[in-house]
């Protein structure tokens, strides 16, 4: 440390190498349930400490007191971050978008059966069944559809809503 | 990064560093700064009258050197608090000469309760908290500018600590030109607003003794590199 406070860079390097695994090893030990990235992150956040204050350390007093001191300390501030997060968490359990009914779920609901749908949709008046096809099976946009149809976006509104509407009681009552 | 990686770019422009001078060194030096601060607002406000009465008197002597020493007493403690690897019992330096204080000021009220006027002389005297702030503010500036250049290892104590040191010695030049002696008083209104400005010190020593800016620092010269 005496030679990397007065710039020996190789000195320097040789020692930061040198107590990298033995922080580690500390980290990992009073870590326990730290993960592999969290313990490498804390080690790094050692190293920098000890980059920061190196100008604190005095030749005439022992160099292990000094590491182990900034060590701690890190160490007890990592905790001290870690229950500090761990107190902000909501612990929850995954809650559904919507209610659990069924009538709460339309848009999740499965097409059972791809013919039945084909079927159903065939059987639209031809209003209906246009603009479900360009619509929801070519995923045309509103102004498009309207442009392509001659009608209005209003109007193409209007069809999808009550296509929607007739497909849903046709595949439900089957 | 990678931790390997993370020691090349330390390494490989690591500059030499000024070895920081020793916590007794620091404390003589900021002591020098201190005291013609403290001289210049003592001759400002007109020193009192009795001065040179009070220099024989044995109470004001006991209670001015306790004063001065809880200052010295808790700047080294202050200086060590930032240096890691020294024993933390170094922090309790000051309890000795700030005991002594106490116990100075306590026999004092003691001995004029026995005499049944402790509380007679008992006034409000809100002034001892602007003037003791004041002969403080310089040497607390300082001290904090000098407690940043170490390891922020426990911000509320090195900061109550230096308070303690700013404000001991703002009550050593209060004393020289603010003629408030009964025992009582110097309790309340004294030593109450340095341990009030102590408190406040300790509380706000999160705002300037951090290791986050620290880091950052660090890391912002790393990546300038």
């Known amino acids: 440390m005496l030679a990397a406070q007065a710039g020996d860079m190789r000195a320097y390097e040789r020692l930061l190498r040198e107590i990298a695994p033995k922080l580690r090893q500390m ?28 100008a604190t350390y005095d030749p005439n007093r022992p160099f292990m007191p000094w590491l182990s001191t900034i060590a701690h300390n890190r160490l007890v501030d990592s905790a001290r971050r870690f229950y500090r997060g761990k107190s902000n968490e909501v612990q929850m359990d995954e809650l559904p978008v919507t209610f659990a009914d069924d ?18 949709i065939k059987s639209l008046p031809e209003g209906q069944r246009k603009a479900i096809e360009m619509l929801k099976l070519r995923e045309m946009s509103l102004k498009e559809a309207a442009a392509a149809s ?18 849903r009681k046709a595949l439900n009552k089957e | 990064m990678d931790t390997n990686r993370l020691i090349a770019s330390m390494t490989a422009n690591a500059d030499p560093v000024r070895r920081l001078p020793s916590p007794w ?3 003589a030096a900021w002591f020098a700064m201190a005291i013609p601060y403290v001289a210049v607002i003592v001759m400002m406000m007109v020193p009192r009258d009795d001065l ?30 930032i240096v ?56 607390a500036v300082a001290m904090a500018l000098m407690l940043r250049k170490g390891a922020p290892l426990w911000p509320h104590t090195s900061a109550a600590l230096g308070g303690l040191a700013a404000a001991g010695l703002g009550n050593f030049g209060l004393r020289l030109f603010h003629g408030q002696d009964a025992s009582l008083m110097v309790l309340v209104w004294q030593i109450g607003t340095v341990f009030m400005l102590t408190i406040l010190c300790g ?19 790393l990546a300038a590199r």
């Open chain 1, 27 to 54: 980290v990992r030990k009073r870590r326990q349930f730290f993960t592999a990235e969290e313990v490498e992150d804390l080690v790094q956040e050692i190293l920098l400490s000890i980059h920061a204050v190196r």
């Open chain 1, 103 to 120: 009538w709460t779920n339309t848009e999740n609901e499965e097409y059972r059966d791809p013919e039945e749908l084909t079927i159903a």
């Open chain 2, 25 to 27: 060194v620091r404390t």
């Open chain 2, 203 to 221: 509380w706000a020593g999160r705002l300037f003794l951090d290791w986050r800016p620290v880091l950052a620092r660090v890391r912002r010269n």
């Open chain 2, 84 to 139: 890691p690897g020294y024993d933390r019992r170094f922090l309790l330096l000051p309890l000795v000469p700030l005991s002594v204080w106490l116990a100075s000021v306590g026999q004092g009220c003691i001995e004029a309760w026995l005499r049944g006027g402790a509380f007679q002389d008992f006034t409000s005297d809100f002034l001892c908290i602007p003037a003791i702030a004041l002969v403080g503010t310089l040497p």
């Open chain 1, 150 to 167: 001659g009608t209005s976006i209003g109007a193409l509104k209007i069809s999808i809503h009550r296509a929607v509407l007739n497909l």
């Open chain 2, 52 to 81: 040179a009465a009070k220099l024989t008197d044995f109470r004001f002597l006991v209670e001015q050197i306790a004063a001065l020493c809880t200052a010295i007493g808790a700047a080294v403690a202050a200086f060590q608090s």
